[in-house]
């Protein structure tokens, strides 16, 4: 699999610092250039990677060799990025991920409720009044 692909990225600039028009190789690294599936120039971005235009790189890989290599593509970037987050000193504590004292109230009074309708659809049926849906009538 070999993908060739160049994006202008939102740092991308049209001209160096003397102000001459360039078309590739951005000062900025905003042209990104993929050549045979190697980064050649540019820095990754939300453009390059793909923000919904249907030239970006996971784009271009779910068109060109379908969703298991786009997929795996993915995969990879998940788990690089996660290790370089973690490697630079990006940390999450329990209390991060724990749910909010109202959130577990809210969560009570729903299952509370829930409970509620059960144990009263139970007795209707312990006293043979439970009414089928459709006909209305009793089940005994």
């Not at 740092?11 to 590739?24: C, L, M, P």
């Not at 993929?34 to 235009?53: C, D, H, P, W």
Request: charged letters at 25%; proline letters at 1%; aromatic letters at 8%.
């Amino acid at each position: 699999m070999h993908l060739n692909l160049t994006v202008k990225e939102k740092s991308y600039s049209k001209t160096d610092e003397d102000g001459r028009a360039i078309e590739a190789m951005c000062p900025n690294d905003g042209f990104v250039y993929f050549r045979n599936s190697e980064l050649i120039a540019g820095q990754l971005g939300k453009g390059t990677l793909g923000n919904g235009n249907k030239g970006g790189f996971f784009s271009v890989l779910l068109r060109d060799y379908k969703a298991h290599a786009a997929a795996a593509c993915m995969n990879r970037v998940t788990k690089l990025s996660g290790r370089w987050i973690g490697n630079h000193g990006f940390s999450i504590g329990i209390s991060d991920v724990q749910p909010s004292d109202i959130l577990c109230e809210e969560k009570e009074e729903i299952i509370k409720e829930g409970y509620k309708k059960c144990d009263e659809q139970i007795k209707l049926y312990n006293e043979g009044r439970v009414l089928m849906q459709h006909n209305h009538l009793s089940l005994r």
